[in-house]
């Protein structure tokens, strides 16, 4: 019985020497940690303004027709003779799939009248689109679309039904057989 206590005990003092290791050892990271954050320049107030994004928008283009297959880094290389390429987006859909388009940001303002000469150019076998990125403005549409009608009819909470159809509707007669359509009254 004193053999199997003793080596429950040597044991459990090796378990506690590695617990504490572990221990000195997060100490060890985590003052790491808060001297890397403290010598690190980030600001604290990086929400951005209204004068940043129209900043951002002046520095971009959109980039239309791009191939699904293109990374971000290659479009980044075709667009780097026009200027420092500081982000690229390629815009996909809810299935993760792309869908054909991306915007560039440049880090000057003047990249951008670079990339519009490339307006047209091949890349993976497809002619680009090139546009200076526009600024959407909220409540501001360029089409002339009248608003969609209410699928339910604004007095009541059931659904609008039609006035007038060329065609009759129908219904499955009831009973044991009904393999013919009966003209709803």
């Keep these: ?73 290659e479009l980044g290389e075709h667009f780097a003779s026009c200027g420092i390429v500081n982000r690229v987006t390629i815009m996909c859909d809810s299935f993760g799939g792309p869908k ?23 890349f993976r076998g497809r002619e680009l689109k090139v546009l200076p990125k526009r600024t959407n403005l909220p409540g501001l549409s360029t089409t002339t679309r009248r608003p969609r009608r209410a699928s339910f009819d604004t007095y009541s909470s059931f659904p609008r039904r039609s006035r007038y159809s060329p065609y009759p509707r129908f219904r499955r007669a009831r009973g044991r057989r009904s393999r013919y359509l009966v003209e709803d009254e």
């Design 1 to 73: 019985y004193q053999r199997r206590v003793h080596g429950v005990m040597a044991s459990m003092e090796t378990d506690s020497n590695e617990i504490e290791a572990l221990k000195e050892r997060i100490r060890q990271l985590e003052q790491e940690n808060a001297k890397l954050i403290s010598s690190s320049p980030v600001t604290t107030n990086t929400a951005p303004t209204v004068a940043d994004d129209d900043d951002v928008d002046r520095r971009s283009i959109y980039v239309g027709n791009v191939d699904y297959e293109t990374a971000p880094q």
């Design 100 to 122: 054909g388009f991306a915007y560039l940001e440049f880090a000057e303002a003047e990249a951008v009248e670079a990339a519009k000469s490339l307006d047209g150019s091949k």
